[in-house]
C-alpha cells in the first residue's frame, strides 16, 4: 500500500472549514454587532478587507496578511461584493476563534509563532504526512518575517493553500495513491486555480 501524503477522514482538512464545524459557540447577537459597527468604518453594512485586516491583530504588532484577509472574505462573502455583511460576518468571528484555538493548541512553547516542530505536529494533525524538506518550503514560504517560524495569519494562510493545493491534487490522484500525471496544461489549470 502506497504512503498518501494525505490521509482524508470525516470533516478532514486543516483546521476549521467556513461551515459550522468546531470551536467554541458565538457569543451573543448584540456583542458581534457591536464589533461589526465599529470594524465598518465606513457604515456601508459591509466589512471590507481593508476594514477587516485593520480590526485583526497577529499578536506579532505587524498587520494581519492580506493574501489571509482576502482569502477568509472570499470563503464567507455570498454575494460576490468584495465583503461580508454582518451575518456571513458572524462566520468569519467564528472562523478566526477557531483557528486561534488550533493555533494555540499547536503553539507549545506559547511563543505566539508556530517553529517548524509545531507545524509539523499540527499538520500531522490535520492529516497530512509530510517530509521534513516540505516543512522547511512550508516555513520559508509562509514565515514574513525571517524568523523561522510563522505567525498566526500566516499560518491560515499556509493551511488554507495547502488544503486547496491538495483539494485540486485529490481531483487528479483518482486512485489516491500519492501520484499523479498530468499534462503541462492540466498543471497550469492547476496553479492558475488556486493564484
Known sequence: MAAYPYRPGPGAGPGPGPGPAMGAALPDQSFLWNVFQRVDKDRSGVISDNELQQALSNGTWTPFNPVTVRSIISMFDRENK???????????????????????????????????????????????????????????????QGRGQIAFDDFIQGCIVLQRLTDIFRRYDTDQDGWIQVSYEQYLSMVFSIV
Do not use: P
Open 82 to 144: 468584495a465583503g461580508v455583511n454582518f451575518n456571513e460576518f458572524t462566520g468569519v468571528w467564528k472562523y478566526i476563534t477557531d483557528w486561534q484555538n488550533v493555533f494555540r493548541t499547536y503553539d507549545r512553547d506559547n511563543s505566539g509563532m508556530i517553529d517548524k516542530n509545531e507545524l509539523k505536529q499540527a499538520l500531522s494533525g490535520f492529516g497530512y504526512r509530510l517530509s521534513d524538506q516540505f516543512h522547511d518550503i512550508l516555513i520559508r514560504k509562509f514565515d514574513r
